[in-house]
């Protein structure tokens, strides 16, 4: 509720960039993006967000870095995990455009591989600890994607489904952190360093618009939360526990 006034703060500064992190924060700073050039950082999906016309090519005054979601990676590794897993919830903030981008990756990717995925919605933290409540009794694991209302309440979240014995796949190393099971995902120091690189491309006088959209999608990390694992008594199978970029969280 207070990025409008954020952004228009930034405006009367004569600011000379605005770097918006996450989606609804560049959503906002977009409206800025004919006066201010504007770098997005860990946006999941620029086009579906309508913030640039093609990663390529974003045209107008807008480029970034963008955190996509490896939905069908992660989904693997719960295969990995539990090659007998038959149900996936999905949580998630249906107001949340790369939240929606996300549900239809998992809902293709599910059905390619014969899970029944189960959504859960809620637009505050009230109404997703009730559907993440609803969502344990039916499925064999959770998931959410790198939901920002999802991601202000996780410990909550994460405790249902630990309670409940159910493993929470996650979006982003932080919501494993958090207290999620485990990710596929990105490096974010790496994407905060590309951010900076854009910045300075800016700054000294390349326009916004002809840098392409950075996506980091090769060399992922898989992120593994130690407490969860040993709360839930699950033993990591070996390709997983001999992995190079295995990261337990919590060691």
């Known amino acids: 509720s207070n990025l409008t006034s954020i952004m228009s703060q930034f405006s009367d500064e004569g600011s000379d960039v605005i770097v918006a992190i996450a989606t609804p924060t560049a959503q906002a700073a977009a409206n800025y ?4 050039p504007v770098v997005f950082s860990a946006v999941s999906d620029p086009v579906g967000a309508g913030l640039v016309s093609s990663l390529e090519k974003p045209g107008g005054n807008i480029t970034g870095t963008s955190d996509e979601v490896q939905v069908d990676q992660i ?8 090659p007998d897993l038959k ?9 949340e455009a790369n939240s929606v981008s996300n549900l239809e990756k998992a809902k293709a990717y599910c059905k390619e591989k014969n899970i029944e995925l189960i959504e859960g919605t809620g637009k505050d933290m009230t109404e997703l600890q009730s559907s993440a409540s ?12 790198n ?6 309440g996780f410990v909550a979240l994460s405790k249902i489904a630990m309670d409940a014995g ?16 485990a990710t596929v995902g990105i490096n974010y120091d790496e994407l905060g360093h590309e951010t900076a690189n854009m910045v300075d491309e800016i700054l000294k006088g390349k326009k916004a618009g002809d840098i392409p959209v950075k996506v980091f999608k090769d060399d992922l990390n898989i992120y593994v939360n130690k407490a969860y694992l040993e709360k839930l008594n699950i033993t990591l199978p070996e390709s997983i526990q001999n992995d190079d970029n295995l990261v337990m969280v919590g060691e």
């Open 33 to 36: 993006a004919d006066t201010i």
């Open 147 to 152: 939901d920002n209302t999802v991601a202000s």
């Open 134 to 145: 609803v969502l344990v009794e039916k499925v064999d694991a959770m998931f959410s994607p």
């Open 87 to 95: 149900t996936m919830g999905f949580l998630y903030n249906a107001g």
């Open 166 to 181: 159910i493993p929470y796949y996650t979006g982003a190393d932080s919501m494993v952190q958090d207290g999620g099971f």
């Open 75 to 82: 989904i693997d590794l719960a295969l990995q995990i539990n």
